[in-house]
Each structure stands twice: as structure tokens, then as C-alpha cells.
């Protein structure tokens, strides 16, 4: 099992704190100790499980969206977007809890015409407003002649959003595009054109699932 690098030093933390609750108790003989230690090592393993970073495979190709992120589909509706898509677009939102792993990844390949990070709340990541209010990162891809939007969102609980997207790189279907910690949602916004191949409350994997498919015009 391999684990996003953004959780190494959480993960070390960790063992760190469990290793030293569980030296504690066995020099003092501690049953109190023995109990924190014990605490203190269940968490450990929740950290390590929760960035972990699994490989994906699965269908790959032009014409496919790839979901961007783990979790349940939570809303599909129609919006305006004028950051990067500039009119409207069907968007679908991702709520990520936090025993999903939330290593987003690109739903196509293509180029990244737009970056942008915008700060603000952290309200509930699984309700509408959150994704005009709370912290967020929005990269714009284009391929071919169709041009996609991913926002990441922050929710309730996360503080940190990663993103290693830069402006002008190719980035291909699949491949690792940033992580949220603990807890958020992630929107892919399309084309009106597009043919959803999901429905709210689905749940999705990212990387593997296919949640719709693009018409160029």
C-alpha cells in the first residue's frame, strides 16, 4: 500500500506518539497508559488508512469523463459557471467522507488553461452553498475542444487543499491532480452536451468510474 506524500509527516506523527504512549505503559505498568497507547494506535492506523493512495486502472479515452474523487454523487444540476467555462454547465458534485481516500485525480486528459484558489468558509462540503462559499481550487482543462472544470472544496473539517496543477502542463485521464485532507467534496463541471452516466447517491471511484461522456461540437 502506497500513501499520498502530503500524509508522511501525519502518519510519522502518529507511530511517533503510539510508539512512546506504548513505552510509557509497559516501563509504569500503567493501565491508564496501556489504554492510551491503545487509543493512540488505532488512530495511527485511521491516519494511515486515510491517506492511502491506492493505484486505479480502468477505462480510458477521449470522449469519457473519469470521476475526480471517491465518494457519493451528491447533486447533478445545471449552472452557470463563468470562471472557465463562461455560460452554463452541468455540474457534478463528489461528497468525500473521511473514509474515502481523497486523492483526486484528472477526469480527462488534456490541458490546464486555469488555476485559481479561492479562500473562504468551511461550511458543510455536502450542501449547495458550500461551493460558493467555502475554500476552494478550480482547474480548467481542455481537450480537444471541449472544456472542463474541477473545483476542490473544502469541507467541515478539512483545512488544506492540494493541487499540483500549473497552468499550460498536459496532464492525462487518470493520473494524481492534488488531495484534500480530512473530509470534502470535489465538482466536475461539463459541457451542457455532455451525456451524465450517473445519478445522485451513486458512488464513484476515482480514476475507474465513468460518471458521463462528451459530444464535441
Known sequence: MSFAREGLVFIGAGIVLAAAALTAAVFWRSWPLWLLAFVLIIVALWV???FRDPERTGERGGGLVIAPADGRVVMISEVDEPAFLHGKALRISIFMNVFNVHVNRYPVSGVVRFVHYNPGKFLNAATDKSSLE????SVGLESGSVRILVRQIAGLVARRIVTYSREGEHVEQGDRMGIIRFGSRVDV????TAKILVHTGDLTTAGTTIVAR???T
Open 189 to 192: 463541471f461539463l459541457p451542457t
Open 214 to 216: 462528451l459530444v464535441e
Open 48 to 50: 494511515a488508512y486515510f
Open 134 to 137: 467555502n475554500e476552494q481550487m
